[in-house]
C-alpha cells in the first residue's frame, strides 16, 4: 500500500498511514493493544488505561487513513464499540476464545493482543474463519438484556437462600 504524505505550516512531513489494525485486550484498569501500520510487522504490545487509550486512539486519527480495531465480547459490554465508532473508528466485536492453543498455561495480556491483531490481519485479507464477529446490541437492547441476567440472577440467589432454610 501506499503512504501518502501531507505538509505542515511549518514545513514538517507527516507519513499518513493507509491503515491501522489493533487488536485489544481489555481489562477493568489497562487496554493492553498491539497495532499493525499497513503491512508491516506488529507492534511491541503497549498498555493504556481506558481514557489514556482513547487519547491515543485521537492521535492515530490524525495520521492514519482508516482504522480498524477489535475486541473480545465479554462483560465489559459494548461502550468501547459505541465510542470507537463514534470517534470514527471501524471497530469489530468478536466471539471470545481461548487463546492457549498449546495448553501452555501461561496467560499474558502481551501475547493474547499479538495474536488478536494476527487475526484481524488474517480477517481483513479475507479469511472469515478468522475471527467470528458478533451482532452489537443497540443501547436499549443492551439495557433490556442487563435487567433480564439481573432478574434472573436475583431469582437464582432467592431460589438458594430458599433451599438453604429448608
Same mark, same amino acid.
Given at each position: 500500500?501506499? /503512504? /501518502? ?14 491503515? !491501522? ?63 470507537? $465508532?463514534?470517534?470514527?473508528? /471501524? ?18 495480556? $502481551? ?15 479475507? /479469511?472469515?474463519? $478468522? ?18 441476567? !439481573? ?9 438458594? $437462600? ?5
Amino acid at each position: 500500500m501506499k /503512504n /501518502n504524505t501531507t505538509d505542515m505550516s511549518d514545513n514538517e512531513d507527516i507519513t499518513k498511514i493507509d491503515l !491501522l489494525k489493533a487488536g485489544i485486550d481489555m481489562h477493568a484498569d489497562k487496554y493492553v493493544i498491539v497495532c499493525q501500520e499497513d503491512n508491516r510487522s506488529m507492534k511491541a504490545a503497549q498498555r493504556f488505561s481506558p481514557e489514556r487509550f482513547f487519547h491515543w486512539i485521537e492521535q492515530q486519527l490524525e495520521r492514519s487513513e482508516r482504522i480498524v480495531t477489535f475486541y473480545e465480547a465479554g462483560c465489559f459490554g459494548y461502550v468501547t464499540h459505541r465510542r470507537l $465508532a463514534q470517534m470514527g473508528v /471501524n471497530n469489530l466485536v468478536v466471539r471470545p476464545r481461548d487463546w492457549d492453543e498449546y495448553g501452555q498455561k501461561v496467560k499474558t495480556d $502481551a501475547r493474547d493482543a499479538r495474536k488478536l491483531c494476527g487475526c484481524l490481519e488474517r480477517y481483513l485479507a479475507g /479469511n472469515s474463519r $478468522a475471527l467470528t464477529v458478533v451482532r452489537v446490541p443497540t443501547v436499549e437492547q443492551e439495557r433490556e438484556r442487563s435487567l433480564s441476567r !439481573l432478574s434472573a440472577t436475583r431469582w437464582k440467589r432467592s431460589e438458594n $437462600a430458599f433451599k438453604m432454610w429448608r
